[in-house]
């Protein structure tokens, strides 16, 4: 198999040294370069020809994002943004990601041992997944991103479906592009939907405004104790699991910081299995665009509960990983382009009296 060429563009020395020691070490992996500056960046991308960058946001000469911007128009390629844990960090972060960054990665505290191996593996997860990218996908939802605008939100006619159903939408990698074409497809009455995106704490607050500007329905970032209601859809915060229970007849969630599920907290599983324990054949199962396998088992839990399950396709998908993993455990009743799965959830909401 052939080696990932990789150019890590960082103004930090250290971070140069400390990315290449780490990729160095992984016989898939080739670091063709490093670049202090996107001037030495340009340079070296036309010289090495890399599969993948890592970029930092905050250099000299010139912005990462300004960088990241241009680059997207003069040669589109994947790149891996190198965060900082931070509530500006997390919305330059995110703005990266809008203008075509394919995941982030946060820097670790250099003194918490532990945090420094999660970090080492996840800088080679995420970088080995360009393998399974296609960039055509990110480059064409963008497109469909760049007209998207603010939305009033709306008062729809919430006596029209049943409350009894409850939505569950999991996705990872390329998530932030994809939750920005499905939820502003959904009209204001929809029943209550729990988003379940693979992301680091501090970041979800962030990116749940984001999405709730451009939807009709609200959009917030969960916290213990909300009910799901119609016309809102709760974004589970980075670093807890969230688990849907029911009293008094209606929906509510809780939030936990059990250990990591598929190397995921929040994990798309925990929240699935729970919904099919509690909704039944009111469940609605959604896996979307992502790396790994999360998702997939809680697929099977709301399937065997009698609740319904939608894959997104592998024509539309950024990253073909989990919905794969849940087509694979024959946990999928239906496998639609991302463009179709907003009006089959509707559909399928209207059916249940």
Same mark, same amino acid.
């Given at each position: 198999?052939?080696?990932?060429?990789?150019?890590?563009?960082?103004?930090?020395?250290?971070?140069?040294?400390?990315?290449?020691?780490?990729? =160095?070490?992984? +016989?898939?992996?080739?670091?063709?370069?490093?670049?202090?500056?996107?001037?030495?960046?340009?340079?070296?991308?036309?010289?090495?020809?890399?599969?993948?960058?890592?970029?930092?946001?905050?250099?000299?000469?010139?912005?990462?994002?300004?960088?990241?911007?241009?680059?997207?128009?003069? &040669?589109?390629?994947?790149?891996?943004?190198? %965060?900082?844990?931070?509530?500006?960090?997390?919305?330059?972060?995110?703005?990266?990601?809008?203008?075509?960054?394919?995941?982030?990665?946060?820097?670790?505290?250099?003194?918490?041992?532990?945090?420094?191996?999660?970090?080492?593996?996840?800088?080679?997860?995420?970088?080995?997944?360009?393998?399974? /990218?296609?960039?055509?996908?990110?480059? !064409?939802?963008? %497109?469909?991103?760049?007209?998207?605008?603010?939305?009033? +939100?709306?008062?729809?006619?919430?006596?029209?479906?049943? *409350?009894?159903?409850?939505?569950?939408?999991?996705?990872?990698?390329?998530?932030?592009?994809?939750?920005?074409?499905?939820?502003? %497809?959904?009209?204001?009455?929809?029943?209550?939907?729990?988003?379940?995106? &693979?992301?680091?704490?501090?970041?979800?607050?962030?990116?749940? #405004?984001? /999405?709730? #500007?451009? %939807?009709?329905?609200?959009? !917030?970032?969960?916290?213990?104790?909300?009910?799901?209601?119609?016309?809102?859809?709760?974004?589970?915060?980075?670093?807890?699991?969230?688990?849907?229970?029911?009293? #008094?007849?209606?929906?509510?969630?809780?939030?936990?910081? =059990?250990?990591?599920?598929?190397? *995921?907290?929040?994990?798309?599983?925990?929240?699935?299995?729970?919904?099919?324990?509690?909704?039944?054949?009111?469940?609605?199962?959604?896996?979307?665009?992502?790396?790994? +396998?999360?998702?997939? *088992?809680?697929?099977?839990?709301?399937?065997?509960?009698?609740?319904?399950?939608?894959?997104?396709?592998?024509?539309?998908?950024?990253?073909?990983?989990?919905?794969?993993?849940?087509?694979?455990?024959?946990?999928?009743?239906?496998?639609?382009?991302?463009?179709?799965?907003?009006? #089959?959830?509707?559909?399928?909401? =209207?059916?249940?009296?």
């Amino acid at each position: 198999m052939q080696q990932i060429r990789v150019l890590i563009v960082d103004d930090s020395p250290f971070v140069r040294v400390f990315l290449t020691k780490i990729l =160095s070490k992984d +016989k898939n992996i080739q670091v063709v370069g490093t670049a202090a500056n996107p001037n030495q960046a340009v340079r070296e991308i036309k010289e090495k020809k890399p599969d993948i960058l890592t970029l930092d946001v905050e250099m000299p000469v010139m912005n990462g994002l300004e960088f990241l911007k241009r680059l997207m128009i003069a &040669h589109p390629m994947p790149v891996i943004m190198i %965060s900082t844990l931070t509530t500006q960090g997390s919305k330059v972060t995110l703005e990266a990601l809008k203008i075509g960054a394919v995941d982030f990665i946060t820097k670790p505290n250099l003194i918490d041992q532990e945090k420094i191996i999660e970090f080492k593996n996840e800088v080679l997860n995420k970088i080995k997944a360009v393998r399974y /990218l296609k960039m055509n996908n990110l480059i !064409k939802i963008m %497109s469909h991103n760049n007209h998207s605008c603010q939305k009033e +939100k709306g008062f729809g006619d919430y006596k029209k479906y049943s *409350q009894e159903v409850i939505t569950g939408i999991g996705v990872s990698t390329g998530g932030v592009q994809t939750l920005k074409v499905l939820l502003p %497809s959904f009209p204001p009455d929809l029943p209550g939907m729990i988003v379940i995106q &693979h992301m680091p704490e501090g970041f979800t607050a962030s990116f749940a #405004r984001e /999405l709730d #500007r451009i %939807s009709s329905i609200r959009v !917030k970032e969960a916290e213990a104790g909300d009910k799901i209601i119609s016309g809102q859809a709760l974004l589970v915060p980075g670093n807890y699991h969230l688990e849907v229970i029911r009293k #008094r007849g209606q929906y509510y969630v809780e939030l936990n910081k =059990s250990p990591k599920v598929n190397y *995921q907290r929040p994990s798309i599983d925990i929240t699935f299995k729970s919904m099919a324990a509690v909704a039944g054949k009111n469940a609605i199962g959604v896996l979307l665009t992502g790396m790994g +396998k999360d998702g997939a *088992q809680g697929m099977v839990n709301i399937k065997e509960a009698g609740g319904y399950t939608i894959a997104q396709n592998e024509e539309t998908a950024i990253i073909y990983g989990m919905p794969k993993a849940a087509v694979k455990l024959n946990a999928v009743d239906e496998v639609l382009p991302l463009m179709k799965i907003s009006q #089959r959830i509707i559909k399928l909401i =209207s059916e249940v009296k």
